[in-house]
């Protein structure tokens, strides 16, 4: 696998699978990043929704990210910043408007295989006729169970469903959100005492391996069998209702000081750590700032 394509969301789970993989597998495939445009909603999300967003997105990239790259020396996490991990890594990475545009899908013809990494823009039919051809991979990494959980936030309508368990999904992609044949699955505990985002990110962590893994099958020709979708439905962002019969459930969205605590653990250290008091802090002032609630 030479060339590979990642399309990597703003979100902490897309960003935890994209250092890993480009960390397991840098000297075998030359990676290049793109960092697509967040669409926005098609309508007004709940604040509980918003809220979500903000500890997924906005306190990653405007808080935590600029204060690891402050510290980049201090700083003794597995993760790093965008930036200083892609500089390291020799990886060149680009902001694109629309994925879409006709100019910049010719510009991909080098590529051997596109990996959308909860890529918040809809990969067209003209994707799926350059590169679902013979040598060329057009991946989409879900997390969750395909074809049960296509769609958003799939963690949480499996805890509403009572799952014990739920999966990181590698599947091809067609002109269809999360439909296209399954190639390869990692089941994990889904952990109902801990918050859905807190499963997010303990799921982003084994996502970049898991990848790697399946680049490396095709690397070596180990067969891969793909399985066929059925017609199963797409989960849409919950409403009002469905987040009240969640919370009567005990099941959170968000639990603000475990998120927190992930967070420290990921970019700079354990509680101990000499910057520990000064990103806790930081990282509550930032959410009292900008609160959706």
Not at 239 to 260: F, K, M, P, S
Request: proline share 3%; hydrophobic share 45%; net charge negative.
């Amino acid at each position: 696998m030479k060339n590979v394509a990642l399309f990597v969301g703003n979100d902490i789970f897309s960003w935890l699978a994209c250092q890993d993989v480009i960390g397991a597998l840098n000297k075998e495939c030359a990676f290049t990043v793109y960092f697509p445009l967040a669409k926005a909603a098609g309508r007004t999300q709940e604040a509980a929704i918003r809220q979500l967003s903000l500890y997924e997105r906005e306190v990653l990239n405007d808080f935590v990210f600029p204060f690891i790259s402050r510290n980049a020396g201090a700083c003794q996490g597995a993760y790093q910043a965008p930036l200083e991990c892609l500089a390291a890594a020799g990886v060149k990475a680009h902001r694109i408007t629309d994925i879409n545009d006709a100019a910049f899908i010719s510009s991909l013809g080098n590529m051997d295989a596109v990996i959308s990494l909860r890529c918040y823009q809809k990969f067209s039919s003209d994707y799926v006729r350059a590169f679902s051809q013979r040598g060329k991979l057009l991946w989409n990494l879900h997390p969750g169970d395909l074809p049960q959980y296509r769609g958003v936030m799939t963690l949480f309508r499996a805890m509403m469903n009572g799952e014990k368990n739920c999966a990181l999904t590698l599947h091809e992609m067609d002109e269809n959100w999360d439909a296209g044949p399954v190639i390869a699955r990692l089941p994990s505990e889904l952990r109902h005492e801990l918050s859905f985002l807190e499963n997010m990110m303990l799921l982003g962590v084994k996502a970049g391996g898991f990848l790697a893994r399946q680049l490396m099958r095709v690397e070596l020709r180990d067969a891969m069998a793909v399985e066929r979708q059925g017609s199963y439905r797409y989960w849409g962002f919950p409403d009002a209702q469905t987040l009240a019969q969640a919370e009567q459930a005990g099941i959170v969205l968000i639990d603000h000081d475990a998120v927190r605590q992930q967070y420290l653990a990921l970019f700079v250290g354990d509680r101990f750590h000499p910057l520990a008091g000064q990103f806790c802090a930081g990282f509550d002032d930032f959410i009292r700032a900008h609160s959706h609630d």
